[in-house]
């Protein structure tokens, strides 16, 4: 069992997300970095869609350990303490023994999620076919309400899927840079923007806007403006997709994004590239750069022959 001591700002439970109720006004929610989820999973023996911790590294997280387990920490870099002493292992597994406290501290300039799993996972009942926390929805998480979590919780673990004798960990899975650019794909009202507001949505640098959530990622600068103003009907949206409100400041939707909206859609981030959305802070700047399909499926096939090799690594140990 695992005793939260300091909850930083909505920590939850994550794995991959809901799929398949988006009819019913349910969005998918899940980890905004799936892959460093994936990764973090498989580090401790775990399936890749076990349930996991999503820290958000804005303010520390404690967490005292009242058994022994494996841990590992993906996504952001941030500053690993173990009874007070500082350890160099983001992206490797290590022991921690019961009666250990581990905290996670933010660093500078690293984003803005990380992920702890554990060997085996933690026990929590899935709601929809999913663990995930719904922060919006009131859904799942570890105590099935959709609430993160706070200071006391108790987080129950399950035994571990396989026997692990080593600490191993490759680096380079770390995420430990903030990405400035982010590909996209052109959206569906695309050409409903006037000549200078489709170059100035590419040429400009965008701020990100402090109030920017799970849901959506708000960005500020010059604001963009359509060839006519049209009323809308509601479309299908995703995770992934940047709307276009009448302010003409782009919002970006991310993992608790509503499963329909009204708003021109100007463009889409691929799927190769949505891990991003977790390494874009408040008052960070990001540029988006304009791909066609082929590139999207060419950066989709170089992610998963990163996971290819990280899956031979794993056998190899």
Not at 90 to 105: D, F, S
Request: with cysteine; aromatic share 10%.
């Amino acid at each position: 069992m695992i005793e939260v001591l300091a909850p930083g700002i909505l920590s939850s439970i994550q794995d991959y997300g809901r799929f398949s109720y988006a009819q019913s006004g349910v969005g998918k929610a899940g980890a905004i970095d799936g892959v460093s989820l994936h990764l973090a999973n498989r580090l401790v023996g775990n399936k890749g869609n076990t349930p996991a911790l999503e820290v958000s590294i804005i303010t520390p997280v404690k967490l005292k350990f009242h058994s022994s387990t494996w841990i590992s920490v993906t996504g952001s870099n941030c500053v690993i303490i173990i009874d007070g002493h500082s350890q160099g292992w983001h992206g490797w597994r290590t022991y921690i023994h019961k009666g250990q406290v581990v905290e996670l501290r933010p660093t500078y300039n690293s984003g803005m999620y990380s992920y702890l799993a554990v060997a085996g996972g933690f026990d929590v009942a899935p709601t929809m076919g999913s663990c995930s926390t719904d922060l919006k929805n009131g859904i799942g998480g570890h105590k099935g309400d959709g609430t993160p979590l706070s200071k006391g919780d108790k987080l129950h673990l399950n035994e571990p899927f396989h026997t692990i004798t080593r600490a191993i960990g490759v680096r380079a899975f770390s995420r430990t840079y903030i990405s400035s650019t982010v590909s996209v794909l052109k959206g569906p009202e695309f050409d409903q923007f006037d000549v200078n507001s489709q170059k100035k949505f590419f040429t400009q640098e965008w701020e990100v806007d402090s109030n920017s959530n799970r849901m959506g990622i708000r960005l500020k600068g010059d604001p963009l403006e359509f060839q006519s103003v049209k009323e809308m009907r509601s479309q299908g949206v995703f995770e992934g997709v940047i709307q276009v409100p009448p302010d003409g400041q782009p919002l970006v939707l991310a993992a608790e994004c509503q499963s329909t909206g009204g708003y021109p859609r100007i463009a889409v981030i691929p799927q190769a590239e949505l891990w991003k959305l977790a390494y874009l802070p408040a008052r960070n700047k990001v540029r988006f750069l304009l791909i066609n399909e082929e590139e999207a499926r060419k950066k989709l096939s170089i992610q998963q022959q990163y996971l290819n090799n990280f899956e031979y690594i794993l056998q190899e140990s």
